[in-house]
């Protein structure tokens, strides 16, 4: 069966640390783009980061520019998204989803991480 | 404030045709045959309905068709069925490696 399931979120205080995982099955995950984004009641849907088959290309939006950083290990199948110094307006549910034809094709179910004291 | 412009809202009766607009600028849905539609059920994740502008992946009814023209992007449904009520959010590629989503419409199917 093809699909991602997520895992990793939670709660953290403001200007912590978590690391979101994705564990990808039922496709050639090494040879996809995959991306991660967010969904919040009042900002809707967001691209977070996405990254290239091999590793070799990562591009992030500019809210989370040098404090998330997106990672894949193709041996494991497994997509990753370190958040560092996390704001409250980093809450939101988390999806890693497949990059196919300038789309995104396959998502898992998400991962809610919230940004709270 | 999304990126690409969307009705909040849209309805139309079972069997009719409803059309959903997504308006950006030539920087993203104008400058790029890369539009997609998503269709989202509460508390589900997105699933994809159209891609490239107009192209429907497998499984997709063919009632699901997009369209273009200059900055606006369209998902049409026709012969709208209960199951099709849910949101439904476009994105464009808009360069320099950037995605952008619109707001969401919530199609309703009275």
């Known amino acids: 069966e093809v699909q991602l399931v997520e895992s990793g979120g939670g709660l953290v205080q403001p200007g912590g640390s978590l690391r979101l995982s994705c564990a990808a099955s039922?496709?050639?995950?090494?040879?996809?783009?995959m991306r991660w984004a967010r969904q919040t009641p009042g900002k809707g849907l967001e691209w977070v980061a996405d990254i290239k088959s091999d590793g070799s290309e990562k591009n992030y939006v500019d809210s989370v520019k040098g404090r998330f950083t997106i990672s894949r290990d193709n041996a494991k199948n497994s997509l990753f998204l370190q958040m560092n110094s996390l704001r409250a307006e980093d809450t939101a549910v988390y999806y890693c989803?497949?990059?196919?034809?300038?789309?995104?094709?396959?998502w898992g179910q998400g991962t809610m991480v919230t940004v709270s004291s | 404030q999304s990126a690409l412009t969307q009705p909040p809202s849209a309805s139309g009766s079972p069997g009719q045709s409803v059309t959903i607009s997504c308006t950006g600028t030539?920087?993203?849905?104008?400058?790029?045959?890369?539009v997609s539609w998503y269709q989202q059920h509460p508390g589900k994740a997105p699933k994809l309905m159209i891609y490239e502008v107009s192209k429907r992946p497998s499984g997709v009814p063919d009632r699901f068709s997009g369209s273009k023209s200059g900055n606006t992007a369209s998902l049409t449904v026709s012969g709208l069925q209960v199951e099709d009520e849910a949101n439904y959010y476009c994105?464009?590629?808009?360069?320099?490696?950037?995605?952008?989503f619109g707001g969401g419409t919530k199609l309703t199917v009275l």
């Open positions: 994105t464009s590629f808009a360069g320099s490696k950037y995605w952008v």
């Open positions: 989803a497949r990059g196919w034809y300038w789309a995104l094709d396959i």
């Open positions: 030539s920087s993203d849905v104008g400058g790029y045959n890369y």
């Open positions: 039922g496709f050639t995950f090494s040879g996809s783009w």
